[in-house]
């Protein structure tokens, strides 16, 4: 069991008990750290909340296989940053987890890069209207390229400094517990978007470009009417 204000650290079967660092700079870039993977989770929480239930279920948007691949990627980079905060949550955080944590976000944000770079060149050409609603005058797929982009800089600035920015959690009950609604929701939400896309695809092995039902029950959602300037 972790004490608190140090870091527990197994070598084996060996239980080592590591003080924080006791310089406040070192002190406030581990607190920087720490916090900036928790932003990462509430940033693509908001982001995939938004994509299913404002496009997909009040729009009625149906994503395409590739929009389900970029949500993948989404998911799977964002569990880089989950290792990293369940386990400084829990003090158990060594500097190559930190890096293992990072590069799990890399690997998920050139996955899912990949996907949404796919999709915009679908798009490329003059006078093609795109799949799905613009907003702010791009398209989900751009925005997503964009996040990804986002994501493997800021995984890259973190690991140039090396343990610089080695997270550190908060001590006081109200933080953790905060902190501890993020996770929650997080998992809620990869959850979630897990039974939309069994519901959308069914027991097909897969599904067509512009799906328009979700096969498992055979429903086709009405979508909503385009307002008028």
């Given at each position: 069991?972790?004490?608190?204000?140090?870091?527990?650290?197994?070598?084996?079967?060996?239980?080592?008990?590591?003080?924080?660092?006791?310089?406040?700079?070192?002190?406030?870039?581990?607190?920087?750290?720490?916090?900036?993977?928790?932003?990462?989770?509430?940033?693509?929480?908001?982001?995939?909340?938004?994509?299913?239930?404002?496009?997909?279920?009040?729009?009625a948007e149906m994503p395409c296989p590739?929009?389900?691949?970029?949500?993948?990627?989404?998911?799977?980079?964002?569990?880089?940053?989950?290792?990293?905060?369940?386990?400084?949550?829990?003090?158990?955080?060594?500097?190559?987890?930190?890096?293992?944590?990072?590069?799990?976000?890399?690997?998920?944000?050139?996955?899912?890069?990949?996907?949404?770079?796919?999709?915009?060149?679908?798009?490329?050409?003059?006078?093609?209207?795109?799949?799905?609603t613009a907003m702010l005058g791009l398209?989900?797929?751009?925005?997503?390229?964009?996040?990804?982009?986002?994501?493997?800089?800021?995984?890259?600035?973190?690991?140039?400094?090396?343990?610089?920015?080695?997270?550190?959690?908060?001590?006081?009950?109200?933080?953790?517990?905060?902190?501890?609604?993020?996770?929650?929701?997080?998992?809620?939400?990869?959850?979630?978007?897990l039974v939309v896309v069994f519901f959308?695809?069914?027991?097909?092995?897969?599904?067509?470009?512009?799906?328009?039902?979700?096969?498992?029950?055979?429903?086709?959602?009405?979508?909503?009417?385009?307002?008028?300037?």
């Open positions: 069991m972790a004490e608190t204000g140090k870091l527990t650290v197994f070598l084996g079967s060996t239980r080592i008990v590591v003080p924080e660092p006791s310089k406040p700079w070192h002190r406030l870039m581990g607190r920087l750290g720490f916090w900036a993977q928790v932003f990462f989770l509430v940033a693509y929480i908001g982001v995939l909340s938004t994509a299913m239930f404002y496009f997909q279920f009040a729009q590739l929009c389900i691949l970029q949500r993948m990627g989404m998911m799977l980079s964002s569990l880089g940053a989950l290792f990293i905060v369940s386990h400084s949550l829990k003090k158990t955080l060594t500097p190559s987890g930190f890096m293992t944590g990072l590069g799990m976000a890399i690997l998920g944000a050139m996955l899912g890069a990949a996907m949404s770079t796919r999709q915009i060149l679908l798009h490329i050409l003059p006078g093609d209207p795109g799949y799905g398209h989900l797929y751009t925005w997503a390229l964009i996040s990804f982009v986002v994501v493997m800089a800021f995984a890259g600035v973190l690991l140039t400094f090396g343990t610089e920015f080695l997270p550190i959690a908060p001590v006081s009950r109200w933080a953790r517990g905060i902190v501890w609604v993020v996770v929650v929701a997080f998992v809620a939400t990869i959850a979630i978007n959308e695809e069914g027991f097909n092995w897969f599904l067509p470009d512009n799906p328009t039902t979700y096969e498992l029950i055979g429903f086709t959602p009405t979508p909503a009417p385009t307002p008028t300037p």
